[in-house]
């Protein structure tokens, strides 16, 4: 078994909650290197052999098991671009743990750009979490720039649940996903900016299949003098559902712009959109400061419950 | 007063609903040429100098007065491009009663484009109606292009209020809005397309003034092979209030397009958007089919219902 330093372990609680360990089917990636990796009778992991990366073969009678794929970066001035590709079989049933911790000590930018594509046969019911996260005391950027591409055939669900809390500089997140007929896609998307971070989201989904439906909902808090964009798009090429929801907590000077947008290209396609902007819940806050609460401490008990 | 022909009074029923007469305030423009004009005690229509179109002064003593300035096209092949200025002195009510109408009936294109700018004093309360109609059994397309500019002073309430209901082939509005301090705009905008007509709004609100608030509601079916986008953006740039509703219905190979934007770039700026597309209640039209009324009698009900 591997072992793992101070910084990694400490890295590790935030990007994988659920607990890395090295046992079934896992990859850790340390520095652009693989530090340790297993497979598991229904997963197989292996390294790519044209482009940094690792194909991660997920077998039909995989019943609920769990892949950890963490990504840790604490070499500063280093940029990661990774390739990680998801075979899914016909009814396979996974939870994917994903994730990326940038710790930046220096003073030059550190740099993850994760492209992971999907490839999900019929029947199957795949969910992919994936948390980001920054720390460190140096100057340096800590940066992250996902794309995430899903192709969904039918009759499987996708739930793809990405969280950024703390410490990331500058992300641009993009995100494509085709669904096939009868499948269902989940996202939830949480989201917080502070100091003068910067956060972009794209997001395309195409429901290409009849039947299919997309339930997309996005959460965020912008702070200080933060600023976030989101462009969660959703294309009805058939009979189908989805409805977005992003709302939006803004204080001090932060900014927020949303910019979602529905397509009925079928005459069956009823696509809902809902955005709010706003500040916090003044009413809660009164409620929790007559508690006893400070005011920082009030805000982030609201901001909590807001994300979660 | 000036004769008016069958053709033209034909298209003023449609764009003007409240009666164009030749009394009070007003203009009617035809095929490029003020076809006759009046002023009131306190409105006064001055042709511009050095382009087409005209200045319109609304005196602060305006109290509910109606002023109608309809365009009416039916010289085929002719593109009519005209700025009209309307100059609102503080605390005037006045109604503003525009609209275009093309009738076609050659092969060659028939365009207007219109510009017109709206400079609103303090405590003024302005509505402004538009209606859009096309005619006539030519190939030539009907075209028309509205820009709209509305800059709205302190405490004043602006009232927009627009609808294309049928014959135009081709149009891209676009509307740009400035409120001041405690200022109110309301928009409605209704739009129906048919045949393989295309329609594009786009509009931009910028909510500069604290206590200032926009409520935007559009309302749009689409037939047929005709297609719809719509890009209405709120900023929010002090304490504001914006509410942003889009509503469309698709029929037959329609399709339609929906991009709001919300922008807040101050923390009491609290902006909420609604979009949703989708197909005709399918309950309703099967209630008025067992009343006896036939599949497209139903639908026009249902369409005028919604869009009213």
């Known amino acids: 078994m591997a072992e793992l330093d101070k910084v990694t372990q400490a890295i590790l609680k935030y990007i994988d909650e659920a607990g890395f360990k090295q046992e079934g089917a896992f990859n850790l990636r340390h520095n652009g290197m693989a530090l340790c990796h297993g497979d598991s009778e229904h997963i197989k992991i292996v390294k790519k052999k044209d482009k940094p990366g690792i194909d991660i073969y997920i077998d039909s009678e995989t019943n609920g098991e769990e892949v950890h ?8 001035g280093f940029t990661d671009k990774v390739y990680n590709d998801f075979h899914i079989a016909d009814g396979a049933k996974v939870v994917i743990i994903a994730g990326c911790g940038i710790h930046n000590d220096g003073h030059a930018d550190s740099q993850h750009d994760g492209v992971h594509s999907f490839f999900v046969g019929k029947g199957a019911n795949v969910t992919y979490r994936e948390n980001h996260y920054g720390a460190g005391d140096g100057e340096g950027a800590r940066i992250l720039n996902p794309v995430t591409e899903i192709f969904i055939d039918d009759d499987s669900v996708f739930t793809l649940d990405t969280s950024q809390i703390r ?26 900016t502070h100091g003068n971070q910067m956060a972009e989201s794209n997001m395309e989904v195409r429901l290409n299949g009849e039947g299919s439906s997309a339930q997309i909902i996005s959460r965020s808090v912008a702070k200080e003098n933060s600023g976030q964009i989101f462009h969660p798009a959703a294309v009805g090429n058939s009979k189908c559902n989805a409805h977005i929801q992003c709302d ?28 709010a902007i706003g500040r916090i819940n003044d009413e809660q806050l009164i409620k929790l400061r007559t508690m006893g609460m400070k005011a920082e401490e009030a805000e982030n008990v609201i901001i909590e419950a807001f994300l979660n």
Not at 69 to 76: F, H, N, T
Not at 178 to 188: A, D, H, T
Not at 259 to 275: C, F, S, V, Y
């Open 69 to 76: 794929i963490p990504v840790v970066l604490d070499a500063s």
């Open 167 to 192: 410490g990331v500089d500058s992300t641009k997140r993009e995100t494509y996903v085709e669904l096939g007929k009868n499948s269902k896609l989940f996202v939830m998307e949480k989201l917080m």
């Open 248 to 275: 939006s907590i803004i204080m001090d000077k932060a900014q927020v712009r949303s910019i979602p947008e529905i397509n009925a290209k079928h005459l069956d396609a009823a696509i809902i959109h809902e955005a």
